[in-house]
C-alpha cells in the first residue's frame, strides 16, 4: 500500500503523545513493505527514517489563534501542494485535529481518509482551556461556540476513525455508517531493547508540569510518604512552570526530597524510567490513554494511576499495575508505601506488566491492526 501521513510536528523535536505515535507506526508499516510519506510542518526539506520518508510543508506551520476562521484557505493550501500526493495515496492518514480538519470534506480526499482521535478537541474546546492564563481563557470562551460548530461539522463529514481506547470512543457519537475501530498506541521498537539499571529513585512523575495532571495529588501523597519513610527519592520530569512546583514543594516541605530535571529527550526519559522503583500517573482529568503508561510497563515498572479515562483499559489492578481514585492522595500515598516496603511484589507485578505490554502494543501487531483497517477501506 502507498500511505501518506500527515501530522503537524514530529519527533525528536517534539514528543507528544500524538507525534511519538505516529512515526513509531510509520516506521513498524515500512518495516511491512508499505510505502511510507509523512508530510509535517516539523523540520525543514526532507529525510528519510528507517525507510519513511519524511517532508516537511510550511503549509502545515501555523499558529492556532484565528485558526477556524482561516482553516479554509489553509486547506485549500495545504490541498494544492500536495496535490501529486493525494493522487498517488491508497491511504491518507490524519493524525492531530488540525490536520483532520485541514483535509475533511474533500470529494478527492474523503474516500480515502483515515482520521485517528486522540483526544477531545474536535468536540470540546476544555482541553486548550488547561495550561491557558486568564487572558487566553477570555480568548477561548469568546472564540470557542465558533470553533465548536466548525469543527462538529467537520467531524460529521468523517468516513473512517481510529479511536487509541474505548473511553475515547465512547465520548464520541459518530453516525452509525462510520467505519470506526479502536486500536491502542505502540511502542516504540527500542523500548524492547533495555539494559537493567541500578533503582536510584523510588517515585518518578513524566508529564507536563500542571495542576489537571494532578501534580498537587503527588505532592501531597509525598508528604504523607515522608513521614513513614525518611529516606526516600521523589524525579520529576516534564515542561511547565517550574518555578511555581518549586515553591509549593518548599511551602509542604518535600523540596529536599524532590528533584525536578525539567524536559528530557526521548531516550533519557527510557533511562529514568528504568531506574525507578514506582512511575505514578495520578491524573486529575480524564486522560484519553496515557502513553507513559504502556512505556513504564514495558520496561517492568509497576505504574501507579488514577482510574478513570481511558487508564484502566491498559492497567489490571493489582495485575500489571495499581489504580488510584483520581484526587485521592491518602490511597496514593498508602499504595507508593506498600509498593516501596515490598520488593518481591514490586518485580512480580513489574514482569507481568511487562509481558502484558508487548503482547498488546508491540509495533509489528499495532501496524498490522492498521493494514487490516485500511485494507477493509480499499475493499468497500
Known sequence: MKLLFLVRKLPPKFLGGTEIFTLILAQALAKRGHKIVVLTGAGRGERKIDGVRVESIPELIFSPRLGTILMTFRSWQLRRKIKREIGWADIIHAFDYETILLLTGSQEIQPKLVATLQDYLLISTKEAEFDANSWQRIYLKLVSPLRLFYRRRKLKQLNNVVFISKF???????????????????????????????????????????????????????????????????????????????????????????????????NKIKKEILKTKLLVVPSLWSEPLGRVIIEGMSLGKIVIASSHG???????????????????????????????????????IGKAAQKEAWKRFDPALIAKKHEEFYTKILST
Not at 310 to 338: N, R, W
Open 168 to 266: 475515547l470512543a465512547n465520548r464520541f457519537s459518530l453516525p452509525s455508517d462510520v467505519y470506526a475501530k479502536v486500536i491502542y498506541n505502540p511502542l516504540s521498537p527500542d523500548w524492547k531493547k533495555i539494559t537493567p539499571k541500578k533503582e536510584t529513585t523510588d517515585i518518578l512523575y513524566v508529564g507536563r508540569l500542571a495542576e489537571y495532571k494532578g501534580l498537587s495529588i503527588l505532592f501531597e501523597a509525598i508528604r504523607m510518604v515522608i513521614k513513614k519513610r525518611k529516606s526516600i527519592s521523589v524525579k520529576i520530569i516534564g515542561e511547565g512552570d517550574t518555578d511555581f512546583w518549586k515553591r509549593k514543594a518548599r511551602v509542604i516541605k518535600i523540596d529536599q526530597k524532590v528533584r525536578f530535571t525539567g524536559r528530557l529527550p526521548y
Open 310 to 348: 481511558g487508564i484502566p483499559e491498559l492497567i489490571k489492578d493489582g495485575e500489571t499495575g495499581f489504580l488510584v481514585k483520581p484526587g485521592d492522595p491518602e490511597e496514593l500515598a498508602q499504595k507508593m508505601v506498600a509498593l516501596l516496603e515490598d520488593d518481591d511484589l514490586r518485580k512480580g
